[in-house]
């Protein structure tokens, strides 16, 4: 359905996905972007925006199957207070920003919004998202980053320049990985030469772990201001912690008609990202003598052999390789052993026997470092020869491999998270 609609200096509709929209005439705002006569942009369908005409425009919106257009009641939009606020943050030199909230808050959009308003003064924008399990700029289960070389509407329509691999997609028991991604990722925008940089995070906001991470980052990162985003009680709870801050904390309310995503729109998601950055692949057989191996228990460990035939009868499945540490050894299974069995070699060798069935190896996400010890981009375990001593892995990247980084995260061939996360996958 196509609809044509005359917008009066200020006056707001509301466009929920999937819609194309193209101004005709006129200057329209949405999320703090200014789109003249002949721009157009397109509403996701996990998406919504309201527009707004700057002065008497005309727009033309196309709405797809499940979009729909709407006129807001009163109060319902934020557009004018987020503008306000976030305009006040810049014109004050707030450049290193922090967004808080909950999910589905509107602290992607916030995000988005901070980066126009700063692109319209001129200045050159960098974007670090610290959602690893709702990532927009890079794929899941990574911090990343990049510049915003245009305005936007979302940060799924930047591409990841810079990613950090944490391996999983909670952030619980991750804290000091992401705040050691979120600051280098800060360094390297700075170094790219960013004016203003925004960190969008996580919507763990439950519990003290959860905000003190949160604070770390705003810390290290040396932010100006921190933005809470749809929850007062949250930010009543820690505007105290941020006063020191050269621009304090800033509440900003949700707008009271949201398009709040469920567990299945989330999942859906995490797949397109993950396919967006794993295509195409190209299958590469890595020597596993030349590269530095982190996130693995059994790489981790030594190396040990005349075991196996031992464990094999113990154990009463295949078992492909054997490492230790002083109180465990890592057993590389083809088959998942018996739990009885698992504590019969247990008390017969002496040490804790921790089984890492191949099987369940397949297709987990890993990370690969290339020569300039960055990370490149990311992969799908696909084989480990322990006779050869190397590792197949699919990949997009083509370049020299130094290292790779194993997480817990496994997908299928449709590239959709399978099984439960793992301590380790190999």
């Given at each position: ?77 934020m557009i004018d207070k987020w503008v306000s606020a976030i305009d006040s943050l810049i014109q004050r030199e ?333």
């Open positions: 359905m196509i609809s044509r609609v005359q917008l009066e200096p200020g006056q707001v509709i509301r466009v929920i996905g999937p819609a194309h929209v193209r101004v005709i005439s006129g200057q329209v705002l949405v999320l703090g972007a200014v789109f003249d006569a002949g721009k157009e942009f397109f509403v996701h369908r996990y998406r919504s925006y309201a527009i707004k005409g700057l002065v008497e425009s005309l727009v033309e919106i196309r709405l797809e199957s499940g979009g729909s257009l709407e006129n807001p009641l009163p109060g319902e939009e707030c450049r290193r920003i922090v967004v808080i909230g909950p999910s589905d808050s509107g602290k992607t959009s916030i995000a988005a919004l901070i980066a126009n308003r700063s692109l319209l003064r001129g200045y050159r924008v960098g974007v670090i998202d610290a959602d690893v399990g709702q990532a927009d700029i890079g794929p899941p289960s990574t911090v990343s980053a990049a510049m915003v070389p245009r305005q936007i509407l979302w940060l799924r329509e930047l591409r990841a320049q810079y990613i950090r691999f944490i391996g999983s997609i909670t952030p619980q028991r991750n804290e000091r990985k992401i705040v050691a991604a979120v600051v280098e990722l800060a360094n390297s925008l700075m170094q790219a030469g960013a004016d203003v940089i925004v960190v969008d995070t996580d919507g763990w906001v439950q519990g003290i772990n959860s905000i003190e991470y949160k604070a770390e980052i705003t810390r290290f990162i040396k932010a100006h201001s921190v933005v809470v985003v749809g929850d007062q009680q949250l930010y009543q709870s820690i505007k105290n912690m941020f006063q020191g801050l050269p621009c304090g904390a800033v509440f900003l309310e949700s707008p009271k008609v949201r398009r709040e995503r469920s567990r299945e729109d989330r999942r859906v998601l995490r797949k397109e990202a993950y396919k967006r950055y794993l295509t195409p692949l190209f299958e590469r057989v890595i020597s596993l003598d030349k590269v530095s191996l982190y996130g693995s228990c059994f790489f981790s460990a030594r190396r040990v052999r005349g075991y196996e035939s031992e464990l094999q009868k113990l154990l009463r499945v295949n078992v492909l390789a054997v490492s230790e540490t002083i109180d465990t050894y890592y057993v590389v299974t083809s088959g998942q052993p018996l739990p009885q069995h698992v504590a019969t070699a247990t008390e017969k060798l002496g040490k804790q026997v921790y089984i890492l069935d191949v099987n369940l190896a397949k297709n987990a996400v890993l990370s690969i470092i290339g020569s300039d010890y960055e990370e490149k981009a990311i992969g799908l375990l696909k084989e480990i020869d322990f006779d050869k001593n190397t590792v197949t892995i699919a990949t997009p990247y083509t370049g020299e491999v130094r290292g790779i980084i194993f997480g817990s995260i496994r997908l299928s061939d449709e590239f959709e998270e399978v099984g439960k996360p793992l301590r380790c996958v190999i």
